[in-house]
């Protein structure tokens, strides 16, 4: 079995390389080590490696986006499973594993002989994602914190409250978006969007607490058009799994697929991974990704909020 490291230094704090170094001389078990050096190098080594057919596990060194590349580059490889060591700020995809995933994924020595399943992918036109895809106030958020990072004298926070203030002040909640799901069409004004396969993302928002990443299932919420004055209390709920106490706002669907568009371009965020287009179709992937993680680790569901419902597949 090869164990491959694949290390993004511009992920986290620049003393995490540093301290993963450390760590990784440590190790009782042979292992590369590559980094990466632009955005697609971690996709390309995954993928490079995953086609030589040798047994394979390989630890992607980073945040989401670097979970995501090495997603998208070993997904289909049953030769190959995949985890994630949490050097990164975020982290999402990482606590359905519960509050200590950090702490978890750090123990080297537990996670390379840890069990391994397959997760579900989702495919938003084409890219491949493990955890989220949004499209809504909040990816059009998301997408301006990127950009507003840019700025060399503004902060993590402060690029945050600008594109908070661009896109919910200044640009408006909701958008005009036609969405199906299922049988359901819906023409109404669209405040938020999400697919869920994980479920936690935006720093730590849960939609759907059922959601499972090995269920064939994707867990699909559309949030009608809210105001400024209803956002703080909707969001409240939406954020913490409560969305069947919003049934004026909120319709729920639970399947393989959902497809929507405008006249307008849409902003979508598949894992942390911007992507703009007029019309998107999210579906279940027909690929997976083997999955490993340490033994005393994991991802079932635990209810801890009213939203506790049976899950309806249609």
């Given at each position: 079995?090869?164990?491959?490291?694949?290390?993004?230094?511009?992920?986290?704090?620049?003393?995490?390389?540093?301290?993963?170094?450390?760590?990784?001389?440590?190790?009782?078990?042979?292992?590369?080590?590559?980094?990466?050096?632009?955005?697609?190098?971690?996709?390309?080594?995954?993928?490079?490696?995953?086609?030589?057919?040798?047994?394979?596990?390989?630890?992607?060194?980073?945040g989401d986006g670097t979970l995501n590349e090495v997603v998208n580059g070993a997904a289909g490889f049953d030769n190959v499973a995949i985890t994630c060591v949490p050097k990164g700020t975020g982290n999402d995809f990482l606590k359905i594993f519960g509050p200590n995933y950090r702490q978890l994924f750090y123990d080297l020595?537990?996670?390379?002989?840890?069990?391994?399943?397959?997760?579900?992918?989702?495919?938003?036109?084409?890219?491949?994602?493990?955890?989220?895809?949004?499209?809504?106030?909040?990816?059009?958020?998301?997408?301006?914190?990127?950009?507003?990072?840019?700025?060399?004298?503004?902060?993590?926070?402060?690029?945050?409250?600008?594109?908070?203030?661009?896109?919910?002040?200044?640009?408006?909640?909701?958008?005009?978006?036609?969405?199906?799901?299922?049988?359901?069409?819906?023409?109404?004004?669209?405040?938020?969007?999400?697919?869920?396969?994980?479920?936690?993302?935006?720093?730590?928002?849960?939609?759907?607490?059922?959601?499972?990443?090995?269920?064939?299932?994707?867990?699909?919420?559309?949030?009608?058009?809210?105001?400024?004055?209803?956002?703080?209390?909707?969001?409240?709920?939406?954020?913490?799994?409560?969305?069947?106490?919003?049934?004026?706002?909120?319709?729920?669907?639970?399947?393989?697929?959902?497809?929507?568009?405008?006249?307008?371009?849409?902003?979508?965020?598949?894992?942390?991974?911007?992507?703009?287009?007029?019309?998107?179709?999210?579906?279940?992937?027909?690929?997976?990704?083997?999955?490993?993680?340490?033994?005393?680790?994991?991802?079932?569901?635990?209810?801890?909020?009213?939203?506790?419902?049976?899950?309806?597949?249609?």
């Amino acid at each position: 079995m090869k164990h491959l490291f694949i290390i993004n230094p511009a992920a986290g704090k620049k003393a995490s390389t540093v301290e993963l170094d450390k760590l990784l001389t440590t190790l009782s078990f042979d292992h590369e080590v590559v980094y990466t050096k632009q955005a697609g190098d971690a996709e390309r080594i995954a993928r490079t490696a995953a086609e030589t057919g040798e047994q394979l596990r390989i630890y992607a060194c980073g945040g989401d986006g670097t979970l995501n590349e090495v997603v998208n580059g070993a997904a289909g490889f049953d030769n190959v499973a995949i985890t994630c060591v949490p050097k990164g700020t975020g982290n999402d995809f990482l606590k359905i594993f519960g509050p200590n995933y950090r702490q978890l994924f750090y123990d080297l020595e537990a996670l390379a002989i840890g069990p391994q399943t397959p997760f579900d992918l989702i495919d938003c036109n084409g890219k491949l994602g493990i955890d989220m895809v949004c499209a809504g106030v909040d990816a059009r958020i998301g997408a301006g914190v990127h950009r507003y990072k840019r700025w060399h004298f503004v902060s993590g926070m402060g690029a945050y409250v600008l594109s908070l203030l661009e896109h919910v002040l200044f640009k408006g909640i909701s958008r005009p978006l036609h969405v199906e799901m299922g049988e359901q069409v819906l023409d109404d004004p669209s405040a938020l969007l999400c697919v869920c396969n994980g479920r936690y993302y935006g720093g730590g928002f849960m939609p759907v607490p059922e959601a499972m990443p090995d269920d064939g299932v994707l867990d699909m919420l559309h949030v009608n058009k809210v105001s400024l004055y209803q956002l703080p209390t909707l969001l409240g709920k939406y954020a913490t799994g409560r969305y069947k106490e919003l049934p004026r706002f909120v319709t729920d669907f639970h399947g393989q697929s959902i497809s929507f568009r405008s006249d307008e371009e849409i902003t979508a965020v598949v894992d942390g991974e911007v992507m703009y287009d007029t019309a998107f179709t999210v579906r279940l992937s027909e690929r997976k990704v083997n999955f490993f993680y340490p033994a005393q680790a994991s991802y079932a569901v635990e209810f801890s909020t009213p939203s506790q419902v049976e899950k309806v597949t249609l």
